[in-house]
T-cell receptor, first 114, second 112 residues
């Protein structure tokens, strides 16, 4: 089945700096790659996603890139702010490309220092 | 978006007992998903629940331990059976609506 690796497990940056989180996946049939932000004690919330027919997607300070050949995708946060501090999870769709049975990476705890 | 109501939000249970978690969605959805998130860890998919058929379980999870019901397109339950302290975790249901996955608020289970 699908396996998603995520790095780093923790990331500390100064406010205003950029943060990059990287994930690799194993199943070449996966075609949907969302990123979730989870604040302490809250449910995961989708922040951005990308499908396999697109190489890059941006939404204000957040961008995601996808390299299908290498089977890796990355989250880029620019001009980080303290409220960006949270745990971020990457995910990939499971076998068959269904978008619901997501396989998650282990998460990255991002700390943005004021 | 889809609004998911999950209950209970938390519970403390005795070992050997069972707990049923309910998940209600405000829209009809084909599949509902159940995840487990242990403290400080990632989300692990337990099973996929389709209406009118048996749930599909991921490796390491079995129906006898985590029976699932899906009586209609807006509701599902997950039962954690014969609980042990190792079952202490947060359990979340999820649905896909308009290509986005939404999560319930989670059930924090503590087994003593």
């Amino acid at each position: 089945g699908e396996n998603v690796e995520q790095h780093p497990s923790t990331l500390s940056v100064q406010e205003g700096d950029s943060a990059v989180i990287k994930c690799t996946y194993s199943d070449s049939a996966s075609n949907y790659f969302p990123w979730y932000k989870q604040e302490l004690g809250k449910r995961p919330q989708l922040i951005i996603d990308i499908r396999s027919n697109v190489g890059e997607k941006k939404d204000q300070r957040i961008a995601v890139t996808l390299n299908k050949t290498a089977k890796h995708f990355s989250l880029h946060i620019t001009e980080t702010q303290p409220e960006d501090s949270a745990v971020y999870f990457c995910a990939a769709s499971g076998l068959g490309g269904s978008q619901g049975n997501l396989i998650f990476g282990k998460g990255t705890k991002l700390s943005v220092k004021p | 978006s889809a609004v998911i109501s999950q209950k209970p939000s938390r519970d403390i249970c005795q070992r050997g007992t069972s707990l049923t978690i309910q998940c209600q969605v405000d829209s009809q959805v084909t599949m509902m998903f159940w995840y487990r998130q242990q403290p400080g860890q990632s989300l692990t998919l337990i099973a996929t629940a389709n209406q009118g058929s048996e749930a599909t379980y991921e490796s390491g999870f079995v129906i006898d331990k985590f029976p699932i019901s899906r009586p209609n397109l807006t509701f599902s339950t997950l039962t954690v059976s014969n609980m042990s302290p190792e079952d202490s975790s947060i359990y979340l249901c999820s649905v896909v609506y308009a290509t986005e996955a939404f999560f319930g608020q989670g059930t924090r289970l503590t087994v003593v």
